[in-house]
């Protein structure tokens, strides 16, 4: 059975950090490419990285604009979100998801779709 649990979410002002991670079991971690997708409140989803399943390559919404790192730890079958400059509008539930295996997607808009999801962990930025 597939399993997805984030952790690192946290309360922080503005312009500070948090580092999020996603322990994955229960499918062979290193053979599936990984996203982050947040959902802030009253909103839908919304796409945030995604790392294919080797680690070298990484893609990024927009409004991460080069605050944010996605980063793979495939021997211990984690996900990591380094994020940089928190703003306000950063304030979210941060899901880990898993791209359905082999499924091709846009490097610049991100999957259309996930197959397994975690619980989420909140992000708080508030001064």
């Known amino acids: 059975e597939v399993h997805l649990v984030e952790s690192g979410g946290g309360v922080v002002q503005p312009g500070g950090s948090l580092r999020l991670s996603c322990a994955a079991s229960?499918?062979?971690?290193?053979?599936?490419?990984m996203s982050w997708v947040r959902q802030a409140p009253g909103k839908g989803p919304e796409w945030v990285s995604t790392i294919n399943y080797g680690g070298g390559g990484t893609y990024y919404a927009d409004f991460t604009k080069g605050r944010f790192t996605i980063s793979r730890d495939n021997a211990k079958n984690t996900l990591f979100l380094q994020m940089d400059n928190l703003q306000p509008e950063d304030t979210a539930l941060y899901y880990c998801?898993?791209?359905?295996?082999?499924?091709?997607?846009?490097?610049?808009?991100?999957?259309?779709?996930?197959?397994?999801w975690g619980q989420g962990t909140q992000v708080t930025v508030s001064s």
């Open positions: 229960g499918f062979t971690f290193n053979a599936y490419d």
């Open positions: 998801a898993r791209v359905p295996y082999l499924r091709a997607y846009s490097a610049s808009e991100g999957p259309r779709e996930h197959d397994y």
